[in-house]
């Protein structure tokens, strides 16, 4: 299992094929934690769950070690109880931490996504999977994760999944 932290101090794990997200921070007197579960769901990347709870700590650093802990539990939950696909982007107002959440899970996904799609397929998959989160600015996104200097050239890429029916949009 591999732990990451990114700027926005959010917690990361990858673990078959799943990614999870914690974003612990004070709240009262004490901590919650919200955690993101994503994965494969029946043959398209999902966001699988959205949790907050409180967690107890002493301190951040503190409350932050005890997400750790509750790693297994989390995927359990998910597994278990997830029904299906689901628009989560109103979850959260703040679309930079969006954008966010959404960025480190497409990164965790990607060694998964490179193997086995083509680019059209990976841009489908991304597409949709950003839809989920409520992203406006899909392409753009997709574009900064990929590394790709040319916007228009996502936006073509959608385009040619649109027509290829990789991406139905009711």
Request: charged share 25%; net charge neutral; aromatic share 10%.
């Amino acid at each position: 299992m591999k732990t990451a932290i990114d700027t926005d101090n959010l917690l990361m794990w990858v673990s078959d094929g799943r990614v999870v997200t914690a974003d612990v921070r004070k709240e009262g007197d004490g901590y919650a934690c919200e955690w993101w579960v994503s994965g494969n769901f029946m043959g398209s990347l999902q966001v699988m769950a959205v949790m907050n709870f409180p967690i107890y700590g002493n301190n951040e650093i503190e409350a932050r070690q005890r997400a750790g802990f509750l790693l297994e539990d989390v995927l359990y939950i998910a597994k278990t109880f997830y029904g299906g696909d689901g628009v989560v982007g109103n979850i959260i107002p703040d679309s930079k931490k969006r954008t966010a959440l959404a960025m480190m899970h497409l990164a965790g996904h990607w060694k998964d996504m490179s193997i086995g799609l083509t680019v059209l397929e990976r841009t489908a998959e991304e597409y949709l999977f950003l839809k989920q989160f409520g992203i406006s600015n899909v392409a753009q996104t997709i574009a900064s994760i990929e590394g790709v200097s040319s916007v228009r050239t996502i936006h073509e890429r959608i385009f040619l999944a649109k027509q290829k029916r990789l991406i139905k949009e009711s």
